[in-house]
T-cell receptor
Framework: NAGVTQTPKFQVLKTGQSMTLQCAQD?????MSWYRQDPGMGLRLIHY???????DQGEVPNGYNVSRSTTEDFPLRLLSAAPSQTSVYFC??????????FGPGTRLTVL | GENVEQHPSTLSVQEGDSAVIKCTYS??????FPWYKQELGKRPQLIID?????GEKKDQRIAVTLNKTAKHFSLHITETQPEDSAVYFC????????????FGSGTRLQVQP
């Protein structure tokens, strides 16, 4: 199993550009989440999903969209990038009652 | 929603000493409390977890204790080694509702050789 994979590893955007961060898992996990990690602030939940077709907002959803058309994939879309979205983004997945596994992260810089 | 507070934010110990990191949570419906270790530039990885029906859990040099009444839980690392140096995060998840982890702000542990 590849586990949780994320692409790209690094990305630089200009203010106002849009892009999609990709996340996939091959463990047939129902639950998937997106977090952002900023220095001194831990991991903050952006959006999460409890299964295909079902998504919900986390603590910091503004400026981000998600969709869950398949069990495996959970892409995160930045609609109009802002410097405040400069961060490291982690995708995670788990099964019911199980351990949460993280992807390797995407380091995003918005100029 | 859930709020998890973690302290200290930094902790420096001598090799061989013990380290203790403490967290408090606000949602009494939370029933799952994992601890993650994150090395520089890497992803967080689970090191130990505890559920609300257990007061203490141990795995070699690592232990976690939970006090449901006071809504706090702690990570204990004994006989620390330089490779224990990392950032440690506590988290909490509730039964039902938003079934995603809420994380503390992290503790940077440095073990001095």
């Amino acid at each position: 199993n590849a586990g949780v994979t994320q692409t790209p590893k690094f990305q630089v955007l200009k203010t106002g550009q849009s892009m999609t961060l990709q996340c996939a898992q091959d463990m047939n996990h129902e639950y998937m989440s997106w977090y952002r990690q900023d220095p001194g602030m831990g991991l903050r939940l952006i959006h999460y999903s409890v299964g295909a077709g079902i998504t919900d907002q986390g603590e910091v959803p503004n400026g981000y969209n998600v969709s869950r058309s398949t069990t495996e994939d959970f892409p995160l879309r930045l609609l109009s990038a802002a410097p405040s979205q400069t961060s490291v983004y982690f995708c995670a997945s788990r099964t019911t009652g199980g351990e949460q596994f993280f992807g390797p992260g995407t380091r995003l810089t918005v100029l | 929603g859930e709020n998890v507070e973690q302290h200290p934010s930094t902790l420096s110990v001598q090799e061989g000493d013990s380290a203790v990191i403490k967290c408090t949570y606000s949602d009494s419906a939370s029933n799952y409390f994992p601890w993650y270790k994150q090395e520089l530039g890497k992803r967080p990885q689970l090191i130990i977890d505890i559920r609300s029906n257990v007061g203490e859990k141990k795995d070699q040099r690592i232990a976690v204790t939970l006090n449901k009444t006071a809504k706090h839980f702690s990570l204990h690392i004994t006989e620390t080694q330089p490779e224990d140096s990392a950032v440690y995060f506590c988290a909490a998840r509730r039964r039902g509702g938003r079934r995603a982890l809420t994380f503390g702000s992290g503790t940077r542990l440095q073990v001095q050789p």
